[in-house]
């Protein structure tokens, strides 16, 4: 289908960031934004672009009080020949298919989230950056506004979608990867079986930022989650997908139990790692097996993965205060290569052999 959506152009276009190797992670946001509401009766209507500002929303709105929401992080990025590109947006809107079935929040198909990605990107064009390890942050996002204290799903939706130019979420401070301090959490938790833990709602984050201060505290970038029952099982990290190199094996928590973010640069890695020969497991690894790995020297590597993340080692793990060091705390070969690959390919340099880029059709 072909949407053609009114667009309302910015009357005061905001200064682009004038150096584009220092944005860091979503600190700047574009001119527009997309919207488009959801009506009972109606289904979704009304797409639109528009300047990006402040939204009016009614106090007693049912997800200022119940979090009946959703979002979705996808990111653009432009070819040494300027054209624009996705990568894999049709898992996000697989995933988003899948959150909001779990939020009762009413599905959204795929070429509504791709026509107004690509509505939104056109008036904002020239915010894509193209300075190494940058990309433009794509944030689709659903919620309820019904007026409405009961809690039961809402008859009426917004979906909107911003945008901005960003570096890496773990970034070094020239751009470039490091390796991160990473706090094993034990006395709180992220997701257990039958919760939410597998989908992208703004819950699973804000229930786990006690944990993240705490993290701070002892000079940790995030947390490593463990699982809800025992306490034992590694299961992810805050923004992102963990992975383990044990001897000649890669190792990251298998998504069953549904309370793992099954993140798309996470099945990227995993289908690199394959096509590469590499030994890759979705299993589950306690904290005990990757001390006991560490005594041994046979803990080789330890990596987040996400759309936020790209791919960001991990020098060490704190666990009850002591420090467990990972590769000497330095950068790893594995992560590195991932890490070259996949930007390589998001951004055009490196061929799409796996059939992963969407290019949008529009260019700079
Ligand atoms: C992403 O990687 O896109 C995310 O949504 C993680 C976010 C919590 C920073």
Redesign the pocket.
């Given at each position: 289908m072909n949407y053609n959506f009114p667009v309302t152009r910015t009357t005061h276009p905001k200064p682009r960031p004038e150096d584009e190797t220092k944005l860091g992670f979503c600190k700047f946001f574009t001119d527009h934004m997309f919207v488009m509401d959801y009506d009972e009766g109606m289904g979704w209507h009304d797409g639109r672009v528009v300047p990006h500002e402040p939204i009016l929303i009614e106090p007693a709105s049912c997800v200022l009080h119940y979090a009946q929401m959703m979002?979705e992080?996808m990111k653009a990025y432009v070819t040494p020949s300027g054209e624009i590109q996705l990568f894999r947006p049709d898992m996000n809107a697989k995933r988003m298919a899948s959150t909001n079935e779990r939020m009762c929040i009413p599905e959204l198909p795929e070429e509504i989230l791709l026509a107004g990605v690509k509505a939104v990107i056109k008036e904002d064009i020239d915010w894509v950056p193209s300075a190494p390890g940058t990309a433009l942050y794509i944030r689709p996002f659903i919620f309820g506004d019904e007026v409405s204290f009961s809690v039961l799903p809402a008859k009426h939706y917004r979906f909107l979608i911003i945008l901005s130019p960003c570096g890496s979420?773990y970034a070094a401070n020239d751009g470039g990867l490091s390796a991160t301090r990473i706090y094993v959490q034990d006395k709180y938790i992220r997701a257990a079986k039958g919760g939410t833990g597998y989908a992208?709602v703004g819950g699973n984050?804000g229930g786990g930022m006690r944990a993240s201060k705490d993290a701070m505290k002892v000079d940790c970038k995030d947390v490593l989650w463990l699982d809800a029952e025992e306490h034992k099982y590694v299961e992810e990290i805050g923004?992102?997908n963990a992975f383990f190199k044990i001897g000649d094996e890669v190792i990251t928590a298998p998504l069953d139990s549904g309370t793992i973010l099954p993140g798309i640069t996470r099945n990227s890695v995993i289908e690199l790692l394959k096509k590469w020969g590499v030994k890759i497991t979705e299993r589950k690894l306690s904290i005990d097996e990757i001390i006991e790995a560490q005594n041994k020297g046979t803990l080789k590597e330890i990596f987040a993965s996400?759309?936020?993340?790209v791919i960001s080692p991990i020098g060490c793990l704190n666990i009850k205060g002591k420090d467990l060091l990972v590769n000497d705390g330095n950068v790893g070969p594995t992560a590195q290569k991932l890490y070259d690959t996949l930007y390589g390919i998001q951004t055009g340099t490196v061929k799409d052999d796996m059939g992963w880029t969407y290019p949008l059709g529009l260019k700079k």
């Open positions: 979002f992080g979420y992208k984050y923004t992102s996400g759309t936020a993340a």
